[in-house]
Nanobody
Framework: QVQLVESGGGLVQAGGSLRLSCAAS????????MGWFRQAPGKEREFVAL????????LYADSAKGRFTISRDNAKNAGYLQMNRLKPEDTAVYYC???????????????WGQGIQVTVSS
């Protein structure tokens, strides 16, 4: 069993940066893919980025490429999403997820955090 808790969200101006953190409990976290997803009001949950269990491979949505960086520290049971050059369209609730699946389909992830709000003002 893995429990995930996000932190680091908030309000930022367009062009600014935020770093989201995902604190995990449970030894299994280190063997799972970790992903970040987001959901804006009235929209479906969408993939943002993922990193494999050891941190050697990453995958990004087109909207995140070149601006966001995903990373993890298994020794600390933690994952991160560094978000730079934020845009108003990045405004959403951001979720950390974990599971054995490697891919962008949110339905395949077993464990989810409660989500954290990121608001980018223009």
């Amino acid at each position: 069993q893995v429990q995930l808790v996000e932190s680091g969200g908030g309000l930022v101006q367009a062009g600014g940066s935020l770093r989201l953190s995902c604190a995990a409990s449970g030894r299994a976290f280190g063997s799972y893919t970790m992903g970040w997803f987001r959901q804006a009001p009235g929209k479906e949950r969408e993939f943002v980025a993922l990193v494999n269990w050891i941190g050697s491979n990453t995958l990004y949505a087109d909207s995140a490429k070149g601006r966001f960086t995903i990373s993890r520290d298994n020794a600390k049971n933690a994952g991160y999403l560094q978000m730079n050059r934020l845009k108003p369209e990045d405004t959403a609730v951001y979720y950390c997820a974990a599971g054995r699946y490697y891919g962008s389909d949110p339905t395949q992830y077993n464990y989810w955090g409660q989500g954290i709000q990121v608001t980018v003002s223009s």
